[in-house]
């Protein structure tokens, strides 16, 4: 049973909010006679991250006056909701939301929400709550009721780079360092890539039909609430992409306010009127049933205004120790591409995923091998948002394919097409079966999976670091290829070491993972322009492998070998040469000296990992 309170004094109310346990939900009733059976709208206020509702007082005091002043037959009810935002908080988003849906629950049933509009009005993280609450009400009876106001929502979540330089340095070097400790915590959790800001907006896109209501009943699919955006021009944490999937739907617009800042919604007294107007002005549009919304024009504004609509989006993706200089070169060889059938240029959109330099070092931390993964979960929502209904292909190397295998498999939502690996480190018996029995088999339709003959990088120094623990989550496959050691899953799938060059996909209910053993060179001999054509005959056609491509190298089984064995034996003289180091140091009779030898060998250790 969930306690509301009720008062005329809206400074009551805020305060009482301070005084009370964190998860309170206060009511606001613009006058003390009036009834909720009688209130036409229902307002949820839900603040941002480390905000308390006092902080909004002047924001929502003038609201709740120049509503009054508009309308006065209108009778508003405000529902202020106050969560665990605090900068230690570690509450999951996903259960704020649930706390926030189930109190709504609760207390329409108990004054039988009678109630015309139902107003989810977020600031900031705030709009991220909201967001959720409405993907959680979306089986309930009241979604058709609700509409969201959104003021400067992290709709993708905040980034590093919008941070002052303090908060910035500490939010870097608790990714780096003490991330496993600090990703429990709220802050991380509503972060640009986290697992919530991307699932929610993915889910956003997935779940809520289209601006085709008469489409949404054929389907039986939820319509998206009504939405109205308010941004000001001076934020710097809410850019203009940050919302792109929101501006799919055409029930959705966006406002800017002139000289507004992130704060300026509600803390900065010259802003706040301008802002008041709008917000009642987009009140005032959300209960006009008549309101023609002026569909954003983000979305057309961040495509390539010299590109038609693409055939379909590639990304490509890099490894370590990579400034990504090659993605050129493949970039013009999938543009060169001609279908052998209508001999036309193929219309691919092109994405770089770039995440900037990743040192080996980096690679060893488990931290910091997941963090990337969710930066190309953001880029690839980025660019679904743009074009929802279009193939999407992947071209990853080295790490990069680490990061689309780890997407897939803990991302039901990730939908990819056709996936060209080369030099993989996932590692040989990474379980296809159960990605393909998801979702992913509506959509995944072959893997190719490009191994050299002298990959030293995975053969060697993958092998190597899967005798440590925290690495079971790398491997060989670039070397080794995949296999199919997983038979009690359900996947609809089937690997292949040796196939006719002309072979072709005969079930469309199939999905195809090609090991191709093995190509001429080292961990980057996948990287050149004749394999760049290859690659987009793979992407293009139906064809695994062109009848011209020509592996160089058939002895499969002696390098395959030879480079995993390497790596085993070096694993056993890395033990040997640590035991006989420690043993040495031991028996020095001088301890200062010791010391010294441990400190030289530790800068000779460091100094590897980050040449390396």
Not at 27 to 56: C, M, N, S
Not at 389 to 414: C, F, N, Q, W
Not at 447 to 461: I, K, Y
Request: charged share 25%; glycine share 6%; hydrophobic share 40%.
């Amino acid at each position: 049973m969930y306690k509301f309170q009720f008062t005329n004094s809206l400074k009551e109310v805020l305060e009482q909010s301070v005084k009370e346990s964190k998860q309170q939900t206060l009511i606001y009733r613009k006058h003390k006679e009036v009834l909720a059976e009688t209130a036409k709208a229902l307002i949820i206020f839900i603040p941002g991250w480390q905000r308390k509702l006092y902080d909004y007082q002047k924001l929502l005091e003038g609201t709740l006056k120049q509503l009054d002043k508009i309308d006065k037959s209108m009778s508003w009810e405000l529902l202020c909701f106050q969560y665990n935002n605090g900068f230690f908080s570690k509450e999951d988003p996903k259960n704020i939301a649930k706390e926030l849906n189930d109190k709504i629950t609760h207390y329409l049933k108990y004054y039988d929400g009678n109630y015309e509009k139902i107003f989810l009005f977020g600031y900031s993280m705030g709009a991220l709550i909201a967001r959720q609450a409405a993907l959680d009400m979306s089986k309930s009876k009241w979604l058709n009721k609700v509409n969201l106001v959104l003021l400067a929502g992290t709709n993708r979540g905040y980034s590093t780079e919008s941070l002052d330089w303090f908060s910035a340095i500490v939010d870097k070097g608790t990714d780096i360092f003490c991330s496993e400790l600090f990703n429990g915590f709220l802050a991380k959790k509503i972060k640009r890539g986290s697992d919530f800001v991307n699932e929610l907006r993915l889910s956003w896109l997935r779940k809520f039909a289209d601006s085709d209501e008469e489409l949404s009943a054929n389907h039986e699919k939820p319509i998206a609430p009504p939405t109205i955006q308010l941004l000001g021009n001076k934020d710097n944490i809410v850019q203009i992409e940050d919302s792109l999937e929101i501006y799919n739907f055409t029930k959705t617009e966006d406002k800017n306010l002139k000289d507004v800042t992130h704060a300026g919604f509600f803390d900065n007294d010259k802003e706040l009127n301008l802002v008041i107007d709008e917000i009642c002005r987009a009140f005032q549009d959300h209960c006009d049933n008549h309101h023609q919304y002026i569909k954003s024009d983000k979305i057309q504004k961040c495509k390539n205004p010299n590109q038609n609509k693409p055939d379909c989006i590639v990304f490509i993706v890099h490894g370590i120790r990579d400034f990504a200089d090659w993605h050129e070169i493949i970039e013009c060889a999938i543009n060169n591409y001609k279908n052998e059938q209508n001999k036309q240029n193929k219309k691919a959109r092109v994405v770089s995923v770039r995440y900037g330099y990743f040192s080996a070092f980096q690679f060893l931390l488990l931290s910091q091998r997941k963090k990337n993964v969710r930066a190309f979960i953001d880029r690839y929502i980025q660019e679904v948002a743009k074009y929802p209904d279009i193939p999407i292909y992947v071209i990853a190397h080295s790490y990069g394919t680490y990061l689309v295998g780890r997407a897939m498999e803990s991302k039901p939502y990730i939908f990819i097409n056709r996936i060209y690996f080369a030099g993989s480190v996932l590692p040989k018996d990474f379980n296809w079966g159960n990605i393909i029995s998801n979702k992913h088999s509506l959509h995944l339709e072959a893997v190719r999976n490009d191994c050299a003959n002298a990959d030293w990088a995975v053969g060697v120094l993958c092998r190597f670091l899967q005798y440590l623990p925290n690495y079971k989550d790398i491997g060989t496959a670039g070397v080794c290829g995949f296999n199919n050691t997983n038979e009690e899953t359900n996947g609809n799938y089937k690997i292949y070491d040796d196939l006719p060059q002309d072979f072709k996909r005969l079930s469309h209910q199939e999905v195809i993972i090609k090991n191709n053993k093995y190509i001429e060179g080292g961990h980057g001999a996948c990287l050149a322009y004749q394999i760049g054509e290859e690659i987009a005959n793979f992407l293009f056609s139906e064809q695994l492998t062109s009848k011209e491509f020509k592996l160089q190298d058939e002895n499969k089984d002696l390098h395959s070998d030879l480079l995993i064995n390497i790596g085993g034996l070096s694993f056993l003289g890395f033990l040997i040469v640590i035991g006989i180091f420690f043993i040495w140091i031991f028996l020095i009779p001088y301890q200062y000296l010791a010391v010294i030898l441990a400190s030289i060998w530790t800068f000779i250790v460091i100094w590897v990992l980050l040449s390396i």
